[in-house]
């Protein structure tokens, strides 16, 4: 993100309205590889790739922020790879991570890894810093440490379906898990925040809280997140497209301040449940509309989500979740100059 985006990012956190209204949209491997025209695996292995893909996305769209902005990452695999998962790289498909983990009782042998030396994490940061010069050179700064969160990682280490059933049958262990994975992802965000000074957000990505109630999302997620969003920094950001009614009570409580949700609820009912102290990113469908829908589509998806607010205060226009694969720069365009155009007072 520019200066210039970074400041109003941070104004919009503050309440102020701007014109025009603000476009932004959470960028990554489902989306920008194929985009650009490489596979997947290319833009995985090859750092010169990978930086043009992300440098023609900020020069095609000026007037969107793109956040994090150059997200080094693989994928799914980015940090259960930390763990010893065994990882799988398609040539032009997503990066899959298999479950470490058989039955609960592992979990008190499993280690807190090294977030300098283990897994891919050393490799995602040091693409940044062998970047960071033609960053900076584009007019942008890397803004934010970024991971996934605790429940999301804990299912790729157990499966997602052995996981859940562990949190009512094994609490203790799971308890332990988690513990031992938030102490991994302080440790890297602080190694984060480190190799580059110019961070001043942190996001967090997990949709596992959508797969659990309130009352377990409060005993298994909300310390544990509290933990991680507890730094002082000017954005802390949860990325949850999964459900998320049981769980968004808690956003203030977890000190969340930026909060992109799935398309399928109101945004005006998420800041009445947030005390209008939360900024939402979204919320047009990303899969049926944004990538699968003509431009007139998505130009009436995005004119229904601006007269639907009660208040343009706290929001920044998006889809319900991060970029999917398949959105073409002719639907991304319109959906940026239709919020652009957009005049809340007629």
């Not at 023609?56 to 010893?84: K, Q, V």
């Not at 047009?284 to 007269?307: E, F, M, N, W, Y």
Request: net charge negative; proline share 7%; with cysteine.
């Amino acid at each position: 993100m520019t200066d210039k985006q970074w400041n109003q990012l941070l104004s919009v956190l503050k309440g102020e309205i701007h014109s025009p209204l603000p476009a932004g949209f959470i960028i990554d491997s489902p989306w920008l590889p194929n985009w650009y025209g490489i596979d997947i695996l290319d833009y995985f292995t090859s750092d010169r790739l990978w930086l043009e893909a992300n440098l023609r996305a900020i020069d095609t769209f000026p007037d969107a922020m793109f956040l994090p902005g150059f997200w080094a990452e693989y994928g799914m695999c980015s940090e259960p790879s930390a763990f010893g998962v065994r990882t799988s790289f398609p040539q032009n498909e997503f990066p899959h991570a298999f479950p470490c983990i058989s039955t609960p009782g592992e979990i008190n042998a499993l280690e807190v890894p090294d977030p300098e030396k283990d897994g891919l994490g050393p490799l995602m940061l040091n693409r940044l810093r062998l970047s960071q010069s033609r960053i900076e050179q584009s007019g942008h700064r890397i803004r934010f440490s970024v991971s996934r969160g605790p429940l999301n990682i804990a299912s790729y280490l157990m499966g997602t379906t052995e996981f859940l059933l562990a949190m009512m049958t094994n609490p203790e262990e799971v308890h332990l898990l988690v513990r031992k994975i938030t102490d991994y992802l302080a440790g890297f965000h602080d190694h984060q925040a480190r190799m580059f000074p110019s961070i001043d957000g942190i996001l967090v990505l997990d949709d596992i809280i959508g797969f659990i109630s309130g009352e377990q999302f409060a005993e298994f997620g909300l310390p544990y997140f509290q933990e991680l969003f507890d730094r002082d920094l000017s954005v802390k950001f949860l990325h949850n497209d999964a459900g998320c009614m049981e769980s968004v009570q808690y956003l203030p409580e977890m000190g969340v301040n930026l909060f992109n949700m799935g398309f399928d609820t109101d945004l005006n009912r998420l800041k009445e449940l947030t005390g209008h102290r939360v900024t939402m990113l979204g919320n047009i469908p990303p899969r049926d509309v944004l990538a699968g829908g003509s431009s007139a589509q998505v130009k009436a998806a995005a004119l229904q989500l601006l007269k639907s607010l009660d208040d343009h205060s706290r929001v920044i226009f998006s889809c319900g979740g991060g970029m999917p694969p398949g959105v073409s720069s002719e639907n991304l365009a319109i959906f940026i100059d239709t919020v652009k155009n957009f005049n809340p007072s007629t």
